[in-house]
């Protein structure tokens, strides 16, 4: 046994988070996060917080479904839950636009494999029965693609991330639910990044069964917390039918801890595995902030901004090729471009969290989760610009900030 001295106590610098996400946590969630008691995971406190979180997610998705509560884990312990009720052998089209659909798309393989498949290729499963299809990156999905793709295979689920944050493309929510109801598809979509930042009720889009999100993007909780998943009553019949792969991640089991039993809402939960208290309490407030802002102004807030950080940009000389409003993903001015990866690390080791797109093409993102404000704006333009002036862009600063100005002078006029 080799002996580790012991290190000394480790500190995490605060930064900028100006990335997809996690966005920079809202300081009241931090409090109730270290405020929390010492309390175990079936306190009548704790529950209670539990059964109050389930139902402002109901209102956050906007959804009458039962079974909507808090996955314990990060956006893809959601999504495994989402995808547990798609069992070996099963038909699927998946729809892939960039990095997390992507993943998606292999998690999706994973359940969806049979053991040969599996043999065959352990990591990369390739099941006959799955069908993913690929839209370029930088390319949003859309209905017609939908539609063609699930008049051809005929599959009993659908796939698709309603905003794919890798490219930064929101992809069509109203078509897909069209097509699954069109052609009896049960639809699963990976709302992650636009839960919390678009205004949407998902029982407006009756062609999907299930759903799931994550802790830190839009709903600006902790990561590691809770990712809120729903499901449709038809969706919990295909479970209760035919049974999934998973004790811990198993939609109806996992429901009982927020006091969800045999389709119904009863007083207090009932043991699944051991919550905490701490998570809980950093849950509640996260969503009674989001509440308290108002979907609808929270959207239009969202909106407002990222024009003002996509025209500072485009200024610059950068190219932005997203649209969605909680991020910009750009190329680089042509002087610049291949540097991007260069400017991502100068920028992280200055704390200020930009990315690089995650698969090829190389592109720079740049978020703007939890920073509502002009000067939040403002902060992340000039560090941006400062930084491409670092690598000779040869920016007037000034004129840069002066132009952010223009635009929140003249809202109107900008949008
Ligand atoms: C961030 C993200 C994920 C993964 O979430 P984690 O919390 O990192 O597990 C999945 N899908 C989409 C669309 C995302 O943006």
Known sequence: MTNVAPFPPLEIPETLAAGPGPGNTDARVLASFANAGLADHMQADVLRGMIECKEMLRAVWGTQNTYTYGVGGTGF?????????????????????????????LTIRMKAASREDLRANPMDPRPANVTIVTVPHGQSVSAEVIDRALAEAKPKWAFMAHWETGSGRINDLQGFSAACARHGVLGLVDAVSSLG???????????????????????????????????????????????????????????????????????????????SGYAVAAFHEALRILLQHGRAEKARDYAHHERALRDAVTAMGCEVTSNMTSLVVLNLPPALAGREKELVQACRARGFGIWPTLSEPVQVRVGILNQLSQAAITEIVTRFAAALNEMGAGLDLDEVTQGLERHYREPMAAE
């Open 77 to 105: 312990s959601g999504l495994d839950c989402l995808f547990s009720a798609i069992l070996p052998g099963d038909t699927v089209v998946a729809f892939v636009n960039g990095t997390f659909s992507g993943i998606d798309g």
């Open 197 to 275: 930042i678009e205004d949407f009720s998902i029982d407006n889009y009756p062609g999907v069964a299930g759903w799931a999100s994550c802790p830190q993007k839009g709903v600006l909780c902790l990561p590691l917390t809770y990712a809120p998943v729903s499901f449709t009553d038809r969706y919990i019949d295909e479970v209760r039918a035919n049974g999934c792969h998973t004790y811990v991640h198993h939609p109806i089991l996992e429901a009982r801890h927020w006091g969800i039993v045999d389709g119904q809402d009863v007083a207090a939960g009932s043991y699944h595995r051991t919550h």
